[in-house]
């Protein structure tokens, strides 16, 4: 990822409506103190920089699309918290929700340059049913 040949894109939804429709989340995240799972933002911590674009709002939520220039550990979940928005379902850093049994975030596109190749790779996968259904019931 620090050479950018390798990126990740995710599909979220996130409690509320983002003030910002896109933004780049440039918040460094270390370890939280006591904790051995559990990240935070924190001056001291590794950069860490995330892009959002949101594709869609209802509900009080908002869908969004989310692209990571570095790799941290719950990066993702970290730092919409941080800014007020965690993800739907995130019991770590937000709150359970009768709407999925999990974290509303998804894995939907891997991009890198095959090590052996050296063609480069565009893997996508499609939403889960449970995130499709939470987005076509609201």
């Known amino acids: 990822m620090k050479n950018h040949t390798f990126k990740k894109s995710y599909i979220a939804i996130v409690n509320g409506l983002?003030?910002?429709?896109?933004?780049i989340i440039n918040a460094p995240i270390a370890?939280?103190?006591n904790s051995i799972i559990e990240r935070c933002v924190r001056k001291d911590g590794d950069?860490?920089?995330t892009e959002y674009y949101v594709i869609q709002e209802f509900d009080n939520?908002?869908?969004l699309y989310i692209s990571l220039q570095t790799g941290r550990t719950h990066q993702i979940r970290v730092h919409m918290t941080h800014i007020g928005h965690p993800i739907i379902g995130d019991t770590l850093y937000g709150a359970s929700s009768k709407l999925i049994n999990r974290q509303a975030l998804h894995s939907c596109k891997v991009l890198f340059v095959h090590p052996l190749t050296k063609?480069?790779?565009n893997i996508e996968a499609d939403l889960p049913s449970d995130i499709l259904n939470l987005i076509q019931n609201r």
């Open 47 to 49: 950069i860490a920089i």
């Open 31 to 33: 370890r939280k103190e």
């Open 61 to 63: 939520m908002s869908l």
């Open 119 to 121: 063609k480069q790779m």
């Open 18 to 23: 983002l003030d910002k429709k896109h933004n």
